[in-house]
Nanobody
Framework: QVQLVESGGGLVQAGGSLRLSCAAS????????MGWFRQAPGKEREFVAV???????????DYADSVKGRFTISRDNAKNTVYLQMNSLKTEDTAVYYC???????????????????WGQGTQVTVSS
């Protein structure tokens, strides 16, 4: 049974930091691209970052422009966990953050949520001013 379990969300002041974790099980984690998405109240879910795996290539990272330079995505295959380090947080980063897994290994990791096979339940991040 596939599971993605996010943790690490919470309340933080603007300018602060949080690290989100997503523990995966039930699939071959090392051969999946792992993404983070977020959804703010009244808005559509949006891409944040992905740690991509493309068959035969090294892992790589891709970021939304809104978080580039502030967020860092990484993974630990030994722990089947993907992380999102979030620094210099802004009030507009407030959202529910979701972890997702994409099994397609023959193309670059997608920024489209419908391309992802598995999803976590989400963790709330609230940034106060």
């Amino acid at each position: 049974q596939v599971q993605l379990v996010e943790s690490g969300g919470g309340l933080v002041q603007a300018g602060g930091s949080l690290r989100l974790s997503c523990a995966a099980s039930g699939f071959t984690f090392s051969t999946y691209s792992m993404g983070w998405f977020r959804q703010a109240p009244g808005k559509e879910r949006e891409f944040v970052a992905v740690h991509g795996w493309l068959r035969g290539r090294p892992y790589y990272a891709d970021y939304a422009d809104s978080v580039k330079g502030r967020f860092t995505i990484s993974r630990d295959n030994a722990k089947n966990t993907v992380y999102l380090q979030m620094n210099s947080l802004k009030t507009e980063d407030t959202a529910v953050y979701y972890c997702a897994a994409d099994s397609k290994a023959d193309r670059a990791a997608s920024r489209k949520d419908y391309e992802y096979d598995y999803w976590g339940q989400g963790t709330q991040v609230t940034v106060s001013s």
